[in-house]
């Protein structure tokens, strides 16, 4: 069975700091993918970025950049010059292949940015 | 073009009552998927529907169903309430093609449903 560990239930990170948030996985499959999510206070999960495990390069959004080792399964979110809008509940997730849509999520992690 | 939908954003109920929730998903995505969010649990899946079709299910009792119409969009029911289905209900859809891992799922803003 899938599993996704976010050992990290918050964190405090000064603004315009870089910040990194764990995320650890467990899988049998060799084809799988990586999301990480936003949550703000109001509720609705906002993609950030994706990483496929076949993906040879790490994956980069803007200032979202996933720090992929494939070999450590391990899928870190990267978020560069932390701004105050970035607080918030943020959830990594897998995927399995073949048609299957269901996203197995992490327990997240809650990131305050400090003015 | 307008994202996931869903209504209604806030519910409250009495145990032994049932729900219905509905989620419109973006145009031209077929693949709608529920997830149901608590404090305790975290984020768990539901189940997930395709044309029509129910594709997968997650590992919930048979007092949660859900269906999805010819136009993709999609309701979940919950039968006989309990105090334990307080939760956000998230609609997520995707533009899946089949197999593609790569398909991301939009969601849209939840469903926060209270039992007293």
């Known amino acids: ?115 | 073009k307008a994202g996931v939908t869903q209504t209604p954003r806030y519910l409250i109920k009495t145990r032994g009552q049932q729900v219905t929730l509905s989620c419109s998903p973006i145009s031209g995505h077929r693949s709608v998927s529920w997830y149901q969010q608590t404090p305790g649990q975290g984020l768990q899946f539901l189940f997930e529907y395709f044309s029509e079709t129910q594709r997968n299910k997650g590992n919930f009792p048979g007092r949660f169903s859900g269906r999805q119409f010819s136009n993709s969009r999609s309701e979940m029911n919950v039968s006989t309430l309990e105090l334990g289905d307080s939760a956000l209900y998230l609609c997520a859809s995707s533009l899946t093609t089949g197999t593609g891992i790569r398909n991301e799922q939009f969601f849209g803003p939840g469903t926060r449903l209270t039992v007293l």
Not at chain 1, 19 to 34: A, H, I, K, M
Not at chain 1, 77 to 100: K, T, W
């Open chain 1, 1 to 115: 069975a899938q599993k996704i560990t976010q050992t990290q239930p918050g964190m405090f990170v000064q603004e315009k700091e870089a910040v990194t948030l764990d995320c650890t996985y467990d899988t049998s499959d060799q084809s799988y993918g990586l999301f990480w999510y936003k949550q703000p206070s109001s509720g609705e999960m906002i993609f950030l970025i994706y990483q496929g495990s076949y993906d040879e390069q790490n994956a980069t959004e803007g200032r979202y950049s996933l720090n992929f080792q494939k070999a450590r399964k391990s899928a870190n979110l990267v978020i560069s010059a932390s701004q105050l809008g970035d607080s918030a509940m943020y959830f990594c997730a897998m995927r399995e292949a073949f048609g299957n849509e269901k996203l197995t999520f992490g327990t997240g992690t809650r990131l305050t940015i400090i003015p």
